[in-house]
């Protein structure tokens, strides 16, 4: 399934500066927006929108075209950005025209040439599509300037939507969006992230909305991504000559996408051999499941041929098995074929790959990025329930697998897909948005084990354990699984070298790497020059040697967002430092503790022998905290922090 908004950001990354300068004739809507005083906004905003002007036309065949204008003035360097514009396109849509201008602060005008303007594909190594990109790059772009664009692009949709996204990560002064529609059709407008707003009726079927003065989506550490947060409107076209094409609930889309897919779950003889191998009959059928979605999560090769339809349609399941390569919809369609032949029923589920984008209240759109799967589970073949199993009140048991993420164990979901929603395809009759689940916190653990002793120089030097499992794991086994020994040494080093300035790594070893129904296991010595800090006759010892929990936060100002996490967790810490001969405890810092609706922390440093121990626990409970309890959060932050730069007070003995 195609990723048009990442392919399109990696193209523009790729973009220089290719344009030269020429003067000419700029239009007046131009020049009067230019003249505007310049309001004040922000010292970070990079750039405002002085306009973002959208007609839509639907013609009674169905053809859609649109006309765009969008002006910014730049306010920072930063915002120079704003003058290379792209307009995507492919076989089913041909962008009529694109024009560029610009004005600077002290009134030189510029237009844009041929020359100015360029394709790019959207391809990358791993996706080969037939979208690509209209870019023009603007002369003249300074801070001050105004940059503006118009164009104007027809295409014929598969399903008659349009969207009017008017909210962005920089201020808009005014957004305006208008519809003509033929006499005979009719349209719903359903409202994301902004009060529902009543159009103007115009007469003809047309209908406009305009907004003023829209407030950025504001920067802010593990915040829901941009498109999840943006106010924007969705139009739905209905006339009784594109039936097929419309749909007013989730029903109507799932029934369309399966009549989509009918006719691509083919069989072949080499897939049934296949099959007999990998799951013979003697096999429980649970050990059947796993061994075919093993098979599909690991042996078919990533890569996508997406041109026309082909964005939407996965490819038949026996050409995927025969050339063992395919995107996430071929995956999934191939592993329901295959399941289909061992007598278990699976459902075709399409969802976004970042959390928040849909949510229970998202009107029907097919803005799906991504496709996994719904796994029946036969009566009686589960023996205790799975982390990714949901009970369906009419299917039973489904199990949520995703056949494109092979870090991922059978049972198991992507920590971005946990918590979200989905689309069950359950055949022609339709089907529903579904709740996924998020794991518990004990399925996520981290364990670090730490061993050091203390040299009387200050110098610390010992071994450590991680032992990581649930989604914690499966990072750990994408940062360093395909890692040399060497790589994974100096990773490892400038992970903990943020607060660990003299850290050196020694012998890293790792367990079961490739073995994801297994913990991932980590091994290796560390050394710590200066760790210990001389006080006169004291030695200043940190209890907690290396790892820091709290995320990062900014108290400065207040919180707009929910403040996001991968998944629930428990990470764990156990430390036990030797003392240098002749040094016994003076002082030992207080023990923390932290209890919160979301999370709990709790820490203890006390000393055994010759032994200083310090134990933490650090439990999180949900995928999200609201806005509202960021002062809680906050509070925990701040008493993680704390207990991490405690220390511990040693005193020479006579």
């Not at 201008?101 to 037939?130: L, M, N």
């Not at 902004?194 to 159009?199: F, G, M, S």
């Not at 970042?354 to 009686?380: C, D, S, W």
């Amino acid at each position: 399934m195609q990723r048009k908004a990442t392919k399109i950001m990696l193209v523009f990354a790729m973009l220089s500066c290719l344009s030269t300068l020429a003067s000419a004739g700029v239009p007046d809507w131009m020049r009067s927006l230019a003249q505007q005083p310049a309001k004040k906004y922000a010292d970070d905003a990079n750039a405002v929108v002085l306009l973002h002007d959208v007609e839509t036309t639907v013609r009674d065949k169905g053809e859609i075209v649109t006309h765009e204008r969008v002006a910014y003035r730049i306010l920072r360097p930063e915002g120079k950005s704003y003058a290379r514009f792209g307009v995507p396109f492919d076989q089913e849509t041909k962008v009529n025209y694109l024009r560029g201008w610009s004005i600077t602060p002290k009134g030189q005008e510029y237009e844009a040439r041929d020359k100015d303007t360029f394709e790019v594909s959207g391809s990358t190594y791993e996706v080969f599509s037939d979208e690509k990109v209209k870019v023009i790059q603007i002369p003249g772009a300074d801070v001050g300037t105004v940059v503006g664009y118009e164009f104007e692009h027809k295409r014929r949709p598969y399903l008659f939507q349009d969207w009017w996204s008017f909210q962005r990560t920089i201020p808009v002064e005014k957004s305006r969006y208008t519809l003509h529609l033929p006499s005979s059709w009719e349209y719903r407008a359903d409202w994301i992230n902004h009060p529902e707003q009543k159009p103007a009726e115009e007469g003809n079927n047309t209908s406009s909305w305009e907004i003023s003065d829209i407030p950025r989506i504001e920067s802010e550490y593990r915040k829901l991504p941009d498109d999840a947060l943006e106010g924007r409107m969705i139009v739905t076209f209905y006339a009784e000559k594109v039936r097929s094409q419309t749909y007013r609930s989730w029903n109507d889309l799932a029934a369309w996408h399966a009549q989509l897919i009918s006719g691509v779950f083919g069989s072949s003889p080499a897939m049934q051999q296949k099959i007999l191998e990998l799951a013979p009959p003697s096999m429980p059928m649970l050990d059947r499941i796993k061994a075919l979605a093993s098979f599909a999560q690991r042996d078919i090769r990533y890569a996508a041929i997406e041109v026309g339809i082909g964005g939407l349609r996965p490819h038949p399941a026996d050409e995927v098995f025969a050339h063992r390569y395919g995107d996430c919809k071929d995956k999934a369609t191939l592993l329901s074929t295959m399941l289909r032949e061992i007598g278990v029923k699976s459902f075709y589920m399409p969802i976004h790959d970042e959390r928040g984008i849909y949510t229970e209240k998202t009107p029907p759109n097919l803005g799906f990025n991504h496709v996994i799967l719904a796994i029946q589970m036969p009566q009686g073949s589960v023996p205790k329930p799975l982390p990714a199993m949901i009970n369906h009140p009419k299917l039973g048991q489904l199990l949520i697998f995703d056949p494109t993420q092979e870090l991922v164990p059978f049972g198991e979901l992507p920590y971005y897909e946990q918590d979200s929603f989905a689309l069950l395809v359950t055949g022609n009759d339709g089907g529903e948005l579904v709740h996924l689940p998020a794991s518990s916190p004990e399925l996520n653990t981290y364990r670090r084990n730490t061993k050091v002793k203390l040299l009387a120089d200050g110098t610390l030097e010992g071994e450590i354990d991680e032992t990581m499992s649930g989604y914690l794991a499966m990072l750990g086994r994408a940062y360093l699984k395909h890692e040399s020994q060497n790589e994974r040494k100096k990773i490892i080093e400038h992970f903990m070298g943020t607060n660990l300035g003299n850290i050196q790594v020694q012998n890293v070893e790792m367990e079961n790497a490739d073995e994801i129904n297994k913990d991932l296991i980590l091994h290796f010595k560390i050394t710590v020059g200066h760790y210990a800090k001389n006080a006169g006759p004291l030695l200043l010892v940190r209890p907690r040697v290396v790892g820091e929990m709290a995320g990062p936060i900014d108290a400065s100002k207040p919180r707009h967002y929910p403040y996001e996490f991968d998944a629930p967790f428990l990470r764990s810490d156990s430390v036990e430092i030797s003392l240098p001969e002749g040094y016994s405890v003076d002082e030992l810092p207080n023990s923390a503790k932290g209890d919160f609706s979301f999370a709990e922390y709790k820490s203890k440093t006390e000393q055994a022998g010759n032994v200083l121990k310090y134990s933490r626990e650090y439990k999180m409970q949900t995928t999200s905290v609201p806005a509202e309890k960021f002062d809680d959060l906050r509070h925990l932050f701040s008493q993680i922090l704390a207990d991490e730069k405690s220390m511990a007070v040693l005193k020479k003995m006579n």
